[in-house]
C-alpha cells in the first residue's frame, strides 16, 4: 500500500506554544488528506478534511484558529496546534485518500503524539 | 447524526474464526471500512465495501448489506498477532469523509 509519513512522530511542548505537525503522502498525490485526533482507548475523532488548494473543512466542535490547516501541495499537508493546553495531549494521526469509483482506501500516517506540559 | 455500533471486546482461540459486527445508522452512505490498529498504532486498511457482497483478501474477509445497514468482519485461522482494536468505519459521500466506530478489541489466546 502506499506510505504516509508524519513528523514529528512525538512531541512535548510548553502549554501557549505552537507545535506544527506534518504530514506526506510520499508515492502518490491527495487531493484530499484527513487529520483525526486520537485518546487513549477511544476511537478516531475526524478534526478536519485538508484539500490541496482550498480551505480546510472543521468538524463541529473543532475550532479552526486552533487548529490550523494548510495542505500547500498535493503530497503535503500540515497541522498547527496553536497557543497548546495539556487538554490538546493526544495522539494526533492524518490520512491521504486514495479513491476510485469503487475503491476507497485511506492510508494513515504513523501518529504523532502531543504532550502538552 | 451517525452512529455505529461494534461489540466491544471479542475473545478467541489461535486458529479459529471470528466474526465482528457492525450496524450503522447514518446519511449519505457511500460505504463501509474496516481498519486494524494495535496499542500504540496507526489504523491500518483492511477492507473496503461500496456494494453489498462479500469481499476477501486473504485471511480476512469483509461483508457489507446496504438494505440492513449492517457489515461484518470475517477473520479466519486467527494467529495471535491478530490481538488489536478493529473499526468499522462509515465513508460518506459529499467529502468522502470517514466516521469510525468505537472500535472492537479481539484478544486471540493460544
Known amino acids: 500500500g502506499a506510505v504516509v509519513s508524519q513528523h514529528p512522530s512525538w512531541v512535548i511542548c510548553k502549554s501557549g506554544t505552537s507545535v506544527k505537525i506534518e504530514c506526506r503522502s510520499l508515492?502518490?498525490?491527495?487531493?484530499?488528506m484527513f487529520w483525526y485526533r486520537q485518546f487513549p482507548k477511544q476511537s478516531l475523532m475526524l478534526m478536519a478534511t485538508?484539500?490541496?488548494?482550498?480551505?480546510?473543512?472543521?468538524e463541529q466542535g473543532v475550532e479552526k484558529d486552533k487548529f490550523l490547516i494548510n495542505h500547500a501541495s498535493l503530497t503535503l499537508s500540515t497541522l498547527t496546534v496553536t497557543s497548546a493546553h495539556p487538554e490538546d495531549s493526544s495522539f494526533y494521526i492524518c490520512?491521504?485518500?486514495?479513491?476510485?469509483?469503487?475503491?476507497?482506501?485511506?492510508?494513515f500516517g504513523p501518529g504523532t503524539r502531543l504532550t502538552v506540559t | 447524526g451517525q452512529s455505529l455500533e461494534q461489540p466491544s471486546e471479542v475473545t478467541a482461540v489461535e486458529g479459529a474464526i471470528v466474526q465482528i459486527n457492525c450496524t450503522y445508522q447514518?446519511?449519505?452512505?457511500?460505504?463501509l471500512s474496516w481498519y486494524q490498529q494495535h496499542d500504540g498504532g496507526a489504523p491500518t486498511f483492511l477492507s473496503y465495501?461500496?456494494?453489498?457482497g462479500l469481499e476477501e483478501t486473504g485471511r480476512f474477509s469483509s461483508f457489507l448489506s446496504r438494505s440492513d445497514s449492517y457489515g461484518y468482519l470475517l477473520l479466519q485461522e486467527l494467529q495471535m498477532k491478530d490481538s488489536a482494536s478493529y473499526f468499522c468505519?462509515?465513508?460518506?459521500?459529499?467529502?468522502?469523509?470517514?466516521?469510525f466506530g468505537a472500535g472492537t478489541r479481539l484478544f486471540v489466546k493460544a
Open positions: 490520512s491521504a485518500l486514495s479513491q476510485g469509483q469503487l475503491t476507497y482506501e485511506q492510508y
Open positions: 508515492d502518490f498525490q491527495a487531493t484530499t
Open positions: 485538508s484539500n490541496e488548494g482550498s480551505k480546510a473543512t472543521y
Open positions: 447514518t446519511s449519505g452512505f457511500y460505504g
Open positions: 465495501n461500496a456494494l453489498d
Open positions: 468505519a462509515v465513508v460518506r459521500t459529499g467529502g468522502f469523509k470517514t466516521i
